[in-house]
Nanobody
Framework: VQLQASGGGLVQAGRSLRLSCVLS????????VGWYRQASGKQRELLAA???????DYHNSVKGRFTISRDNMKNTVYLQMNSLKPEDTAVYYC??????????????????WGQGTLVTVSS
């Protein structure tokens, strides 16, 4: 399975961005897809995850601002990010876990990773 993340860029605080993660390969072997981010000098954190059945979970820091969605026909997972803040500046990654797992928050269970896309939020 391969993942291709895109949609990052430079944006002013308060604005929105939508990230996309296109999955290819044996996509039917995948269940949960998550969006992670890693800011400079900080640990990578899971922001949101979604299963193939569209169950979702969010990190408290992004609840109400970020929305994860999935188009199984297009093999694409989106992260809509609204009301962006400078502290949202980070490299954002999408990752996928196999069907042996449910809606997991365990990073080691996400065995497929995209290349990352940089989001910079200016004040």
């Amino acid at each position: 399975v391969q993942l291709q993340a895109s949609g990052g860029g430079l944006v002013q605080a308060g604005r929105s961005l939508r990230l996309s993660c296109v999955l290819s390969g044996t996509v039917r072997s995948i269940n949960a897809v998550g969006w992670y981010r890693q800011a400079s000098g900080k640990q990578r954190e899971l922001l949101a995850a979604i299963t193939s059945a569209h169950s979702t979970d969010y990190h408290n820091s992004v609840k109400g601002r970020f929305t994860i969605s999935r188009d199984n026909m297009k093999n694409t997972v989106y992260l809509q990010m609204n009301s962006l803040k400078p502290e949202d500046t980070a490299v954002y990654y999408c990752a996928a876990a196999p069907r042996t797992h449910g809606l997991t928050k365990v990073e080691s269970e996400y065995i497929y990773w995209g290349q990352g896309t940089l989001v910079t939020v200016s004040s």
